[in-house]
């Protein structure tokens, strides 16, 4: 069959990458045209834009781009009609994807696929007409969202399995390094336990973040600072803040790194539920810019009780999340403080860390996706 997929920024790019290789797996006659990345092109088929053309986030820098975004939309749109694929699979990034559901739906007869759904349960929960309307399959990664659209908007999806529960899962079953190895390979201190920082990918997370945490993990001499630098920032943006500290800087072994920390300081993502499936202790750090007003919105406006992928899946608080006025330094290493002296605390957040991989099961998204997908063609 011919699959046609969109994905626009890199966590796209390696998921689809990842479905792609499941659906060849299941279909041996697979043709992929997409846009896409490096990953999705190394997989096969046709690249006919890769997504750092349109990769803009934020008003302004979008704004700014509007005419590029509009010229890749009007492009996949075209090329989608004249290939006629036997699906179109979109993945996340729904300002531009359900866009194009849209037009798909109202042009053609071609099956509209949803990989990844849109987080409309967090904000813009209105685009639940417009996924209703254009979208004919919905794939979730997150179990907590199949009641919210089955339940609320009685709108039928599929949960397929969570990747980053998959990620992990191959990283501890090859993973063998011991923490003395660990500690020696990147010149740690062998006698003082790690705290590791994970500040965001984004420059203005790591602005924000990263001081505070540094500051708040200083007040404990006895252990020792590791950073995890994202792959998208250069080392010499990082130094601005650690230098004069005695933070470590390590890039591209941040599995490794959470495996032998005491405790985490993690700003929201999917780094927070990284750090519960490696069953380490944490608390969610997130500046905002008008702490108070952000605090407003988020009791009386925004549409979810928690940021953390940790708690959204739990469903209650497993972890603290310090974020607008609950974020200050002193909050931070108090918090800090109970995850590394209160064994009971640490031992029912692990607990609990457990249930949450209950939720989460055992399927592998992708294979799941894939299979579910082939069926429904067939089918239909």
């Known amino acids: 069959m011919r699959y046609y997929l969109i994905v626009g920024e890199a966590s796209g790019d390696l998921h ?3 479905l792609m290789r499941s659906l060849q797996a299941e279909d041996p006659q697979t043709e992929f045209r997409f846009v896409g990345g490096d990953l999705m092109t190394a997989v096969g088929g046709t690249c006919i834009r890769h997504y750092k053309d349109m990769a803009y986030m ?3 820098p979008v704004l700014l781009h509007l005419r590029t975004i509009f010229q890749a939309m009007a492009t996949c749109k075209r090329d989608i009609i004249q290939w006629q694929p036997d699906v179109l699979i979109l993945v996340d990034y729904p300002g531009f994807n359900l866009n194009i559901a849209r037009y798909i739906h109202a042009h053609s007869r071609i099956p509209v696929y949803y990989y990844i759904s849109p987080k409309i349960w967090a904000w813009k929960e209105y685009r639940i007409k417009n996924i209703k309307r254009d979208v004919d399959e919905l794939f979730s990664i997150l179990p907590f969202e199949v009641p919210f659209y089955e339940q609320k908007h009685h709108y039928p999806i599929h949960y397929v399995g969570n990747p980053t529960a998959d990620e992990v899962r191959l990283f501890r079953k090859d993973y063998q390094q011991t923490a003395e190895a660990f500690k020696r390979k990147n010149g740690l201190a062998l006698d003082k336990p790690v705290i590791a920082l994970l500040a ?5 997370e790591i602005k924000d ?3 505070a945490m540094i500051e708040a993990a200083g007040r404990f001499p006895n252990c020792q600072m590791v950073l995890a630098g994202a792959p998208s920032i250069e080392e010499a943006y990082y130094e601005k ?3 004069g500290t005695n933070v470590v800087l390590m890039k591209d072994q941040t599995y490794a790194l959470l495996s032998h920390s005491a ?3 993690v700003t929201s993502g999917t780094a927070t539920l990284e750090t519960a499936l490696l069953d380490v202790p944490q608390v969610v750090c997130y500046e905002t810019p008008v702490p108070h007003l952000i605090r407003f919105a988020f009791n009386h406006i925004i549409q979810v009780k928690y940021i953390s992928l940790v708690n959204l899946i739990a469903d209650r608080e497993v972890v603290q999340e310090l974020l607008a006025d609950r974020f200050t330094v002193d909050n931070i290493a108090g918090e800090l403080n109970r995850l590394l002296n209160d064994m009971s605390y640490r031992a029912k957040m692990l607990q609990d860390y457990a249930d949450i ?6 399927d592998i998204a992708p294979d799941q996706a894939a299979k579910m997908m082939i069926r429904l063609l067939k089918n239909a």
Do not use: E, K, M, W
């Open 209 to 211: 973040n990263l001081p």
């Open 16 to 18: 689809a990458s990842h």
């Open 263 to 265: 405790a985490a300081l």
């Open 357 to 362: 991989r209950h939720r989460l099961g055992d």
């Open 200 to 204: 965001g990918s984004r420059r203005q």
């Open 58 to 60: 934020g008003f302004v």
């Open 241 to 243: 803040f650690i230098s």
